[in-house]
């Protein structure tokens, strides 16, 4: 079974600074998928970023970038230049490359001081 | 405007009814998803569907239902069978259940009582 720890319950950065979200996994499968969204108080959730776990780069999409250290079994995200919007929960998932199983961790609530 | 609607946003039932959650996209999406999301806790997967007429249990599906006649919907009932239907609820869609990327509707809120 496929599982997701993300240790941090909330965090605080201050606006223009870079934070990083931890999350560690455990999979038995060779190939998958980590995946990070972002929920806003409005409850839809927004797909941030994607890791194939054969790729050997980490993960950029502007601002956010995945810190991928596969031995180590970690996909922390990372967030530079901290925005007030950016204010939000945070759920770290993966996903066996079968796609028919998703899961997610319990989210980092994520807080920005102006 | 593509996207994913979940109607309505906020849904109130009595103890022992059941309730039907619609969920439609008009994004051309093959694949569709409901998950269940509790307070302080990440998303579970109810069911998914991979085409038209075709669904899967995923790892809590005890209490609900599902049915895919249209590529566009997928509705989702809370039976009275299911012990604690009181949550926020998240329809989501993607190309094929292989993409990585899946697109998610607003959410319906369900309180039971």
């Known amino acids: 079974a496929q599982k997701i720890t993300q240790t941090q319950p909330g965090m605080f950065v201050q606006e223009k600074e870079a934070v990083t979200l931890d999350c560690t996994y455990d999979?038995?499968?060779?190939?998958?998928?980590l995946f990070w969204y972002k929920q806003p108080s409005s409850g839809e959730m927004i797909f941030l970023i994607y890791?194939?776990?054969?790729?050997?780069q980490n993960a950029t999409e502007g601002r956010y970038s995945l810190n991928f250290q596969k031995a180590r079994k970690s996909a922390n995200l990372v967030i530079s230049a901290s925005q007030l919007g950016d204010s939000a929960m945070y759920f770290c998932a993966i996903r066996d490359n079968y796609g028919q199983n998703f899961v997610f961790g319990p989210g980092t609530r994520l807080s920005v001081l102006p | 405007d593509g996207g994913i609607t979940q109607s309505p946003k906020y849904l109130f039932r009595k103890e022992g009814q059941n309730v039907t959650l619609s969920c439609e996209q008009n994004l051309n999406h093959d694949a569709m998803y409901w998950y269940r999301q509790d307070p302080g806790q990440g998303l579970r997967l109810i069911y998914y569907s991979q085409i038209v007429n075709d669904f899967q249990k995923g790892d809590i599906a005890e209490g609900y239902s599902v049915s895919r006649e249209k590529k566009e919907s997928f509705p989702l009932t809370v039976t009275s069978a299911q012990k604690n239907p009181t949550a926020f609820y998240l329809c989501?869609?993607?190309?094929?259940?292989?993409?990585?990327?899946?697109?998610f509707g607003p959410g319906t809120r369900l309180t039971v009582t």
């Open positions: 999979t038995s499968d060779q190939s998958y998928g």
């Open positions: 890791q194939g776990s054969y790729d050997e």
């Open positions: 989501a869609s993607s190309i094929e259940v292989l993409s990585y990327e899946q697109y």
